[in-house]
C-alpha cells in the first residue's frame, strides 16, 4: 500500500516493455517409452542403475510470454523435441553422447549443471547472459536503488558485528557486478565502513569475470596474474586487484571455500541460488520416482523426459530428508518435488561461515517457504522456451525452497523469508527515489519511479489506464522475491527482520 501511495505522482509515466509473466502451475502426463539401464556416477546425482522400463513425461502448453524477468516461472511452452540434425547445438550432443556413454538417462541436476556450467558449451562460461541485451534482467540490471539498499543492509550488520576493522565481502554468483558496484558506489563516502572491505567474486564463468572485472573499473596492482593450480582448471588469486569506484582490493574465486577465513563476513546471494542443479520427483503408481532426462526414441527429435522405475540414490537420498520437514498436509498433496542438495550445502557452510568468523548473509530470490513443486523453467532472450529445448543456449532456474534452507543452518540465526518489498521498505528505498528524483530530468524520474515500482510493487502498475496494454508494462516483483538472512547468533535480527 505505501508503494501504492508513493507512485501517485507516477501516473504519466512511459509504456515500458514487459519484463515478467505471469505464472501457472504444470502438470504432466504418461506416455510409452523404451527400456534404459542407467549407470552409476557422481556420487549424489546418478539414479540407482536399473533394467525395467521408463516411462515418459511431456509438458502442456502454457500461455505465451514475451520479455521476462526470472521471477516468472511455472510457464512450460510447448517441447519441439529439439532441433533437427543440422541445427543440434553442440551442447544437445554433448548431453546425448553422455546418455549413451552411461548406458541410460541422467538426472536433471545433471543436466543443469551440463547446460550452465559445462567449461566448453554452458550457457553461463562464454557469454554475457545479463540485460536487456542478454536473456533476462534482474533487480540490480533494473535500478541503482537496489545495489544501494544492499549497501546501506551491508553497513547496519557491519555496525551490529562491532564495525571490525577487516571485512570479507562476498558475492556468489555476480552477474555482470552491478549489484556490487552500485554498493561500493554508494557506501564509498563512509570512508570507516568501505575501507574497511576486501571484495571476493565468486564466478566459474571467464566470460563473466571480465564483465565484473570492467564493471568494478579494476585495475592491477604490481602487475600480478593468476596462476593456475596443480589441476590446470582453477586458478588461485595472487594478486591484488583494487576497484578504482572505491579503493577495494577485488579477488576472484571458483567457490566459496576458496575465501580466506579468519575474518568478518558479509555474504550476498542474489538470484544466486535459483541456478543450482535440483532434482525432481514425481508421484506416480510404482511409489515416488525420479525425473531423468534421456534420448528420445527417434534421434531427430532430441531429448526427453522419463521416469525413473523405482527410487533413485538421489530419492532415498535427498527427498527422504527433504519430506521429513514437510507438513501433513504437505506430504497427503504434493504431487511434484524439487530438491537442491546444493542449496543446503552451500547455506550450511555460509552458517558454518558467519558464525564461526562472525558476520552474515543476505539471500535474495524467488522462491516459496514450502515443498517447491515443478517450477524448472528455461529462458532465452526473454522469452519462456522448453526445458530441452536447444540446451546451452537458455537459461534454467527453479524456486528456491527457503524452508529447506531454514532446516539446514545450525551454526548461526536465520530470519525470513520477507518480500523483497518489506526488505527494501525497511532501509529506506522510499526516501532514496525521493533524493534521486530531485536531481533527476523528466525522463530520468519516470525511469527511476519505474525502476522503484518494479523493484517494490506487487502486480500491474496502478498508474495503468482501463485501456492500456498491461502486457505492456512490466508488474511489480516485491512480493515475488524473497530475503533470508543467516548471521551469527551473537547480533540479533538484522535490519528489517527485527
Known amino acids: 500500500m505505501a508503494s501504492r501511495l508513493f507512485l501517485r505522482s507516477a501516473l504519466s509515466l512511459r ?8 505464472s501457472s502451475s504444470s502438470s504432466f502426463r504418461f506416455v510409452s517409452s523404451s527400456g534404459f539401464c542407467s549407470s552409476s556416477g557422481t556420487p549424489g546425482f546418478h539414479p540407482l ?12 502448453a502454457p500461455e505465451s510470454s514475451l520479455v521476462v524477468d526470472r521471477s516468472g516461472l511455472f510457464n512450460t511452452p510447448e517441447h519441439s523435441h529439439g532441433p533437427g540434425p543440422s541445427e543440434e547445438t553442440p551442447m544437445a550432443k554433448h548431453l546425448k553422447a553422455l546418455i549413451r556413454f552411461r548406458g541410460g538417462p541422467i538426472t536433471v541436476a ?7 556450467t559445462n567449461p566448453n558449451a554452458g550457457f553461463y562460461m562464454n557469454r554475457d547472459v545479463f540485460g536487456t541485451h542478454g536473456d533476462f534482467v534482474t533487480s540490480p540490471d533494473i535500478s541503482q536503488m537496489f545495489g544501494e539498499m544492499v549497501g546501506v ?6 555496525h551490529q558485528m562491532g564495525q571490525p576493522e577487516a571485512v570479507n565481502i562476498i558475492e556468489l554468483g555476480p552477474g555482470r557486478g552491478t549489484l556490487m558496484a552500485d554498493l561500493l558506489r554508494g557506501t564509498a563516502k563512509f570512508k570507516d565502513f568501505s575501507q574497511t572491505l576486501s571484495v571476493h567474486l565468486v564466478e566459474c564463468s571467464p566470460a563473466l569475470r571480465k564483465i565484473q572485472h570492467e564493471t568494478l573499473k579494476c585495475v592491477y ?3 600480478a596474474e593468476e596462476k593456475p593450480t596443480a589441476d590446470g582448471q582453477n586458478s588461485e588469486v595472487v594478486d591484488d586487484r583494487i576497484s578504482q569506484i572505491s579503493g577495494v582490493p577485488v579477488a576472484w574465486h571458483f567457490d566459496l571455500d576458496q575465501v580466506p577465513r579468519g575474518v568478518p563476513t558479509i555474504i550476498i546471494a542474489h538470484e544466486f541460488y535459483d541456478a543450482l542443479p535440483i532434482h525432481q520427483f514425481q508421484k506416480s503408481p510404482r511409489g515416488w520416482c525420479e525425473k531423468l532426462v534421456d534420448v528420445a526414441e527417434d534421434d531427430c527429435q532430441g531429448l526427453r523426459f522419463v521416469l525413473s522405475p523405482g527410487p533413485t540414490a538421489a530419492s532415498k537420498l535427498f527427498l527422504t530428508r527433504r519430506m521429513k520437514w514437510a507438513s501433513l498436509q504437505e506430504k497427503a498433496e504434493i504431487e511434484h518435488v524439487e530438491v537442491c542438495p546444493q542449496a543446503m550445502k552451500v547455506t550450511a557452510d555460509i552458517a558454518k561461515r558467519v558464525g564461526g568468523d562472525g558476520g552474515g548473509a543476505l539471500i535474495v530470490d524467488y522462491g516459496d517457504s514450502k515443498i517447491v513443486s515443478d517450477s524448472l523453467q528455461a529462458i532465452k532472450k526473454h522469452e519462456f522456451v522448453h526445458v530441452l529445448d536447444s540446451p546451452g543456449n537458455a537459461d534454467l532456474s527453479a524456486y528456491v525452497d527457503f524452508a529447506a534452507l531454514k532446516h539446514v543452518v545450525e551454526d548461526a540465526a536465520v530470519y525470513g523469508p520477507i518480500t523483497q518489498s518489506q526488505f527494501l521498505g525497511a532501509l529506506g528505498i522510499n526516501f532514496r527515489l525521493e533524493s534521486l ?6 525522463e530520468q524520474a519516470e525511469a527511476l519511479q519505474l525502476g522503484y515500482w518494479r523493484l517494490v510493487g506487487d502486480g500491474p502498475a496502478p498508474w495503468l489506464d482501463s485501456d492500456d496494454d498491461v502486457n505492456r508494462v512490466p508488474p511489480g516483483m516485491g ?5 533470508l538472512v ?9 535490519v528489517g527482520f527485527q
Open 479 to 483: 512480493s515475488r522475491y524473497k530475503a
Open 437 to 442: 528524483v530531485q536531481n533527476a530530468t523528466d
Open 221 to 223: 596492482k604490481g602487475g
Open 49 to 60: 542403475p536399473v533394467s525395467d522400463a521408463a516411462v515418459g513425461i511431456e509438458q502442456p
Open 486 to 494: 543467516v548471521v551469527n547468533d551473537k547480533y540479533g535480527a538484522p
Open 15 to 22: 509504456r515500458a516493455s514487459r519484463c515478467a509473466s505471469s
Open 153 to 158: 543492509w551491508s553497513m547496519c550488520l557491519w
Open 110 to 116: 545433471e543436466y543443469m549443471e551440463e547446460v550452465l
